[in-house]
């Protein structure tokens, strides 16, 4: 029954959208009924997700079709309904906020297509999670991918979003060719396209090698892992932002799943696999938020932390495979339940920012940090949600993101400890790189809070905000906020869960149940959170009562952004967004690509000059790109053979039919 509910509810997302493209173009009610219609889905797969929960049973079946490889083969495991869950949540939540955001009476010319291909995009991340058959699992992720390319083109007067558009284009295509030749070798290894993820241990040596990187390349593509997150940035800023919490927080846990069910088929993988991950993942991580501290686009500077988080999940990963290569339960356990909690945090406050982007996007017109400020008098209730979202991001108490990284700390200590000496090395230097993606990430969330809501208005947009959206949004953001604050308090509604996930992976140890609640007391990290919130609150209490006149006498309170001025002070004497990192940026100047507009005063009355930091794409401006011109100028020669003539192609191919037919007589028999 609840697998039925599930498909149910996947096929109910994929159709959402299509009341829409029945109603009018100018009014709003073709996009009630979709939302209608993607909440009932949503709300019918969550059910089957908690049926499937409490029967406690990995439910699947197969029917007959005409495709060769198999049969269309569907199931539904601990894992599969780990990353559902944020598909039907998310889902359900980005249609109710785009009600306010993108009404389809003020975007006549989009809105149906938005709402389609919204969800398109759910539907078929709902359907590669439920295959159990490589072809048809490719089937969900050519939908998912085609629907993000449109949504991501969906403003395509815009030559920056038809940029993004293409490059996402030919990254996920890239990605799915990857995953077309995996499968292809995976059927040639067991005959059958059906169950691909199942036990790969007869992939041995070169063979195993060979799936792994695919796997790798393809998943690592999607996921925007670095050096393969070069289409990430560019595609979630130009999307419209419900869309880009959908992609951020969902959409790029496909390539996580995908690898962690690939790894997951092999019961001792070779070591160099674990620290390959771990590297990865840390370089990612520390990558993509010191990118993140230097971008004063606010979208693009959510995307690069979302290349952050990715890095922080493949860490949990790649100590799951340290563990499974050294037959180590404890190691693998946290590492793989630090993951797949992450995936779930990222899910939730990662949404939760975009939506908060996007309610100041309505109201400012602008994405530029540098010309905001001041937001939160006329976006208070955003200013809150945006706080609790990025306090959660740097994985700070009381918010949900400090137990999953918590996991992650505790799996690397282990591993440091008990290790040989050059795996601890590796550990230590992972519980480094984590640390300072930890202090990295609270520069980067207090430098965009303080740009956009605090201080004063920097520009003429910000003065004349309006308010940031409706009460949908609104309602969207505090049901988002309200989950994380769930999973703060009580983390341990969660362990079944990743216990669950996980039981592939622990199959074939000594102790298949060691996990992070038997060495760590999760319960009393959402006490911990629930004590320290108590705290503030008292101290905020005795602030507002007797605190203030005991360190604040009164008096007339200085100018804080005086500098000298008489009066009110300018906004003009205030921080950028590039002046208050550059210090932390210059020192990492020389490690990861950032370019400088430097200020150069020169005269009595030198001309106006502004300071600015600036992300080079180094992996699709310095390698792709010139690799591409290259391999154009080489293959210009031949381009005099493309005439237009269809007699011309008629008989280059049988030029060719007449050279195989040769080839074949002289070849033996």
């Given at each position: 029954?609840?697998?039925?509910?599930?498909?149910?509810?996947?096929?109910?997302?994929?159709?959402?959208?299509?009341?829409?493209?029945?109603?009018?173009?100018?009014?709003?009610?073709?996009?009630?009924?979709?939302?209608?219609?993607?909440?009932?889905?949503?709300?019918?797969?969550?059910?089957?997700?908690?049926?499937?929960?409490?029967?406690?049973?990995?439910?699947?079946?197969?029917?007959?079709?005409?495709?060769?490889?198999?049969?269309?083969?569907?199931?539904?495991?601990?894992?599969?309904?780990?990353?559902?869950?944020?598909?039907?949540?998310?889902?359900?939540?980005?249609?109710?906020?785009?009600?306010?955001?993108?009404?389809?009476?003020?975007?006549?010319?989009?809105?149906?297509?938005?709402?389609?291909?919204?969800?398109?995009?759910?539907?078929?991340?709902?359907?590669?999670?439920?295959?159990?058959?490589?072809?048809?699992?490719?089937?969900?992720?050519?939908?998912?991918?085609?629907?993000?390319?449109?949504?991501?083109?969906?403003?395509?007067?815009?030559?920056?979003?038809?940029?993004?558009?293409?490059?996402?284009?030919?990254?996920?295509?890239?990605?799915?060719?990857?995953?077309?030749?995996?499968?292809?070798?995976?059927?040639?290894?067991?005959?059958?396209?059906?169950?691909?993820?199942?036990?790969?241990?007869?992939?041995?040596?070169?063979?195993?090698?060979?799936?792994?990187?695919?796997?790798?390349?393809?998943?690592?593509?999607?996921?925007?892992?670095?050096?393969?997150?070069?289409?990430?940035?560019?595609?979630?800023?130009?999307?419209?932002?419900?869309?880009?919490?959908?992609?951020?927080?969902?959409?790029?846990?496909?390539?996580?799943?995908?690898?962690?069910?690939?790894?997951?088929?092999?019961?001792?993988?070779?070591?160099?696999?674990?620290?390959?991950?771990?590297?990865?993942?840390?370089?990612?991580?520390?990558?993509?938020?010191?990118?993140?501290?230097?971008?004063?686009?606010?979208?693009?500077?959510?995307?690069?932390?979302?290349?952050?988080?990715?890095?922080?999940?493949?860490?949990?990963?790649?100590?799951?495979?340290?563990?499974?290569?050294?037959?180590?339960?404890?190691?693998?356990?946290?590492?793989?339940?630090?993951?797949?909690?992450?995936?779930?945090?990222h899910s939730l406050f990662k949404s939760l920012l975009f939506f908060g982007s996007g309610?100041?996007?309505?109201?400012?017109?602008?994405?530029?940090?540098?010309?905001?400020?001041?937001?939160?008098?006329?976006?208070?209730?955003?200013?809150?949600?945006?706080?609790?979202?990025?306090?959660?991001?740097?994985a700070l108490p009381p918010l949900n993101g400090f137990a999953g990284e918590w996991i992650?700390?505790?799996?690397?200590?282990?591993?440091?400890?008990?290790?040989?000496?050059?795996?601890?090395?590796?550990?230590?230097?992972?519980?480094?790189?984590?640390?300072?993606i930890g202090s990295l990430g609270v520069l980067g969330f207090v430098r965009v809070f303080?740009?956009?809501?605090?201080?004063?208005?920097?520009?003429?947009?910000?003065?004349?905000?309006?308010?940031?959206?409706?009460?949908?949004?609104?309602?969207?953001?505090?049901?988002?906020?309200?989950?994380?604050?769930?999973?703060?308090?009580?983390?341990?509604?969660?362990?079944?869960?990743?216990?669950?996930?996980?039981?592939?992976?622990?199959?074939?140890?000594?102790?298949?149940?060691?996990?992070?609640?038997?060495?760590?007391?999760?319960?009393?990290?959402?006490?911990?959170?629930?004590?320290?919130?108590?705290?503030?609150?008292?101290?905020?209490?005795?602030?507002?009562?007797?605190?203030?006149?005991?360190?604040?006498?009164?008096?007339?309170?200085?100018?804080?952004?005086?500098?000298?001025?008489?009066?009110?002070?300018?906004?003009?004497?205030?921080?950028?967004?590039?002046?208050?990192?550059?210090?932390?940026?210059?020192?990492?100047?020389?490690?990861?690509?950032?370019?400088?507009?430097?200020?150069?005063?020169?005269?009595?009355?030198?001309?106006?000059?502004?300071?600015?930091?600036?992300?080079?794409?180094?992996?699709?401006?310095?390698?792709?790109?010139?690799?591409?011109?290259?391999?154009?100028?080489?293959?210009?020669?031949?381009?005099?053979?493309?005439?237009?003539?269809?007699?011309?192609?008629?008989?280059?191919?049988?030029?060719?039919?007449?050279?195989?037919?040769?080839?074949?007589?002289?070849?033996?028999?």
């Amino acid at each position: 029954m609840g697998l039925v509910l599930v498909i149910l509810g996947i096929v109910g997302l994929g159709l959402s959208g299509v009341p829409c493209l029945l109603g009018s173009r100018d009014s709003n009610r073709g996009q009630w009924a979709s939302f209608l219609l993607n909440l009932a889905a949503s709300l019918l797969g969550l059910a089957g997700l908690a049926a499937q929960f409490l029967g406690n049973e990995e439910i699947s079946f197969s029917l007959p079709w005409s495709l060769p490889g198999g049969s269309l083969a569907v199931g539904l495991d601990g894992l599969s309904g780990l990353f559902l869950a944020p598909v039907f949540l998310i889902s359900a939540l980005g249609s109710l906020y785009g009600l306010g955001y993108w009404k389809q009476s003020e975007n006549p010319e989009s809105g149906r297509a938005l709402r389609f291909f919204y969800g398109l995009l759910a539907g078929g991340m709902g359907l590669l999670l439920v295959s159990r058959n490589g072809v048809l699992f490719l089937f969900g992720w050519e939908i998912m991918a085609l629907a993000a390319y449109f949504l991501v083109a969906l403003e395509h007067r815009d030559a920056n979003a038809r940029k993004a558009a293409w490059v996402y284009w030919v990254a996920t295509h890239l990605g799915a060719a990857a995953l077309m030749v995996m499968f292809i070798l995976l059927r040639n290894l067991t005959g059958t396209f059906d169950g691909p993820f199942a036990s790969l241990d007869q992939a041995s040596g070169s063979m195993g090698n060979a799936l792994f990187l695919l796997a790798l390349l393809g998943f690592g593509l999607k996921a925007g892992v670095m050096p393969f997150h070069f289409w990430l940035p560019r595609a979630h800023s130009s999307a419209p932002s419900h869309v880009s919490g959908m992609m951020s927080g969902v959409m790029l846990n496909m390539g996580i799943y995908g690898l962690v069910r690939v790894a997951g088929g092999f019961s001792h993988p070779p070591l160099w696999w674990g620290i390959l991950v771990l590297a990865m993942g840390a370089w990612s991580g520390v990558g993509g938020i010191l990118l993140a501290v230097g971008e004063g686009d606010l979208k693009r500077m959510l995307a690069y932390s979302s290349i952050e988080n990715i890095g922080i999940i493949f860490m949990g990963l790649g100590l799951a495979l340290v563990g499974r290569s050294t037959d180590n339960p404890t190691w693998t356990a946290l590492g793989l339940s630090a993951a797949l909690f992450h995936v779930l945090n990222h899910s939730l406050f990662k949404s939760l920012l975009f939506f908060g982007s996007g309610s100041v996007l309505h109201a400012a017109h602008t994405r530029r940090l540098d010309r905001m400020g001041g937001l939160i008098g006329v976006l208070p209730v955003t200013a809150v949600f945006f706080a609790l979202g990025s306090c959660a991001a740097c994985a700070l108490p009381p918010l949900n993101g400090f137990a999953g990284e918590w996991i992650l700390y505790r799996g690397l200590l282990d591993f440091s400890n008990h290790g040989s000496f050059t795996q601890s090395l590796v550990a230590a230097a992972a519980v480094g790189g984590l640390a300072l993606i930890g202090s990295l990430g609270v520069l980067g969330f207090v430098r965009v809070f303080g740009m956009v809501f605090l201080g004063m208005n920097r520009s003429p947009e910000v003065v004349h905000a309006a308010s940031g959206g409706g009460r949908s949004m609104k309602t969207a953001m505090g049901l988002l906020a309200a989950s994380c604050l769930a999973l703060a308090f009580f983390p341990q509604w969660v362990l079944p869960a990743l216990e669950r996930a996980r039981l592939p992976w622990m199959s074939g140890f000594a102790l298949p149940a060691a996990g992070p609640e038997n060495v760590l007391p999760i319960p009393w990290i959402g006490r911990f959170n629930f004590l320290l919130v108590l705290a503030a609150g008292a101290f905020w209490a005795w602030m507002r009562t007797w605190g203030r006149k005991a360190w604040f006498p009164a008096g007339p309170s200085p100018e804080t952004w005086g500098c000298g001025f008489a009066g009110a002070p300018s906004p003009r004497v205030q921080y950028t967004a590039s002046s208050f990192s550059e210090t932390v940026v210059r020192n990492y100047q020389g490690v990861f690509p950032l370019r400088f507009r430097r200020m150069s005063l020169r005269g009595f009355f030198p001309s106006p000059a502004r300071f600015g930091v600036f992300e080079s794409d180094w992996v699709l401006g310095g390698i792709l790109l010139p690799a591409t011109r290259r391999m154009e100028k080489r293959f210009a020669r031949v381009r005099g053979m493309q005439q237009g003539n269809t007699s011309i192609y008629i008989l280059y191919i049988l030029v060719v039919f007449l050279l195989a037919l040769l080839w074949g007589i002289g070849s033996p028999p």
